[in-house]
Nanobody, 125 residues
């Protein structure tokens, strides 16, 4: 059974930074891709970033491109997201996602079988 555990959320002022981590566990877990979605109450989940596990290619939403950086540590089955220049509109619950099968649409939530419990990120103005 695959389990994703996020950490690193919190409260930060606008312009500040946070680093999210997501560790995946599971005896036979071998991801094709991992990434992050976010959600605010009353809205659908929104793609943030994803990374291909084999070659490290990164994908970003336009809203975070240039401010967020996703990276991976293969040996630890861990994905990170460095979030800089945070804005109040980045406030959301951030969910780690992963899939072991081929991902085509990296920004499609339907592509990812495994989801973490989420970590709250709050950016004050």
């Amino acid at each position: 059974q695959v389990r994703l555990v996020e950490s690193g959320g919190g409260l930060v002022q606008a312009g500040g930074s946070l680093r999210l981590s997501c560790a995946a566990s599971g005896r036979t877990f071998s991801p094709y891709a991992m990434g992050w979605f976010r959600q605010v109450p009353g809205k659908e989940s929104e793609f943030v970033a994803a990374i291909s596990w084999r070659d490290g290619n990164a994908h970003y939403s336009d809203s975070v491109k240039g401010r967020f950086t996703i990276s991976r540590e293969n040996a630890k089955n861990t994905v990170y997201m460095q979030m800089n220049s945070l804005k109040p509109e980045d406030t959301a619950v951030y969910f780690c996602v992963a899939d072991q099968d081929r991902v085509v649409d990296f920004d499609g939530p339907y592509e990812y079988e495994h989801w973490g419990q989420g970590t709250q990120v709050t950016v004050s103005s």
